[in-house]
Structures are given as structure tokens and as C-alpha cells.
């Protein structure tokens, strides 16, 4: 099973959106709506953000959101703050395959 | 709300076998809900999953570590663990211990812990 595949970077200002993409297989994430993203800051451990594709766990802002389109999945930032820089990470097939991981830079 | 700690050395020779303990507090290791699993993450790069047991003891393995990867579980400690034989610098990494949740959501992790592979 090969990781997934997402943007190194991505950039947005404070107040902008922005979307993360993730592509895999019809074997991994076209097979079920079960990606998960997780936000990591420096010397921090992950942070479940979305789960089964589109769902925020408690405590989380609803300026996250999931969707999928096939074998690719996004995660979309709305209304960017300052602590939303981070990297992130997607994950599929049962938890087995990662992304690579992007960097959000807030301008 | 369940809470994971990562313990065990933080130095390991190469070649020698890296063993970690993962102790779960705030919930029992041997429920239904959950496997038990262990994430790396080299410096400065991404995470790679290791491998996930539940606790009737079934596991799951990374095909690329597979040959030199067990975890096993003892529920009497609520406690599961990771060993790592014949390590290589390229073993250097933070590992951290969670809980996948049977949707495959890895929803509560440990702070991580950094075992370097140096002679």
C-alpha cells in the first residue's frame, strides 16, 4: 500500500480558504468514506481534526470541513487564523496509509 | 477521555532491538471499541504507520517492518508494547503509541517519544 498523495505546501492569508487534497486508490480512499486528517504542530503529537471523511470531532471549529470526490479526498480551511498553521495529514485503509503531509503557511 | 504514555529508552544501539510500552489510562485496553497501535515519525519527515493489535491480541503489521515488528498486549496492565529488532539509523524517529477506532481513526495519541538509533 502506497502513502497517499498531498501538496508539500499550501498558503493562505487570514480570513481565505484554502483546501488540502488528498489522492489514493479505489483501494484505499475511493473505497470508503473513512479518511481522517490530523493537524500537527512543531514538537506536538497529531490532533484528530475529521474523521469518516466529513465528520469534526467535539471541540473541534466548524471552519474545518471533509468531503471526497472519488480516489481524493480535500480538507477545507475556512476563515484562516493564525493557529491554523500547521502541517497536516491525511489517512486511509483502516488507519494503514498516510499522506506525505502538507505545510499550511498563514501569510 | 483516554490518555497514552509512551515509555522506554530513548538510545538504541545498532542492530540491537528497540522496545517500547505504551500504558493506557482513563479507559480499558480490552475494549471493543478501540485496536491499539504504534505511529513513527522521523525527524523532519511524515508518519508511517508500524503496526495495530486488538486486545484478543490479533495484529497488524506494516508490510515494510513486518519481519521485524511485534506487539503484543497485556491487559492485566493495560498496557500494550513494540519491538523493533535490528535497528538502523533509519529507525531514528518519535513513536508514538494511539487508539484506532474501528472507522480506522486514530483519535487519541500519546505525547510521542524520540529513540535515537546511535552507537
Known sequence: ?107 | QLQLQESGPGLVKPSETLSLTCTVSGGSISSSSYYWGWIRQPPGKGLEWIGSIYYSGSTYYNPSLKSRVTISVDTSKNQFSLKLSSVTAADTAVYYCASLAVAGTWDYWGQGTLVTVSS
Open chain 1, 1 to 107: 500500500q502506497s502513502a497517499l498523495t498531498q501538496p508539500a505546501s499550501v498558503s493562505g492569508s487570514p480570513g481565505q480558504s484554502i483546501t488540502i487534497s488528498c489522492t489514493g486508490t479505489s483501494s484505499d480512499v475511493g473505497s470508503y468514506n473513512l479518511v481522517s486528517w490530523y493537524q500537527q504542530h512543531p514538537g506536538k503529537a497529531p490532533k484528530l481534526m475529521i474523521y469518516e471523511g466529513s465528520k469534526r470531532p467535539s471541540g473541534v471549529s466548524n471552519r474545518f470541513s471533509g468531503s471526497k470526490s472519488g480516489n481524493t479526498a480535500s480538507l477545507t480551511i475556512s476563515g484562516l487564523q493564525a493557529e491554523d498553521e500547521a502541517d497536516y495529514y491525511c489517512c486511509s485503509y483502516a488507519g494503514r496509509v498516510f499522506g506525505g503531509g502538507t505545510k499550511l503557511t498563514v501569510l
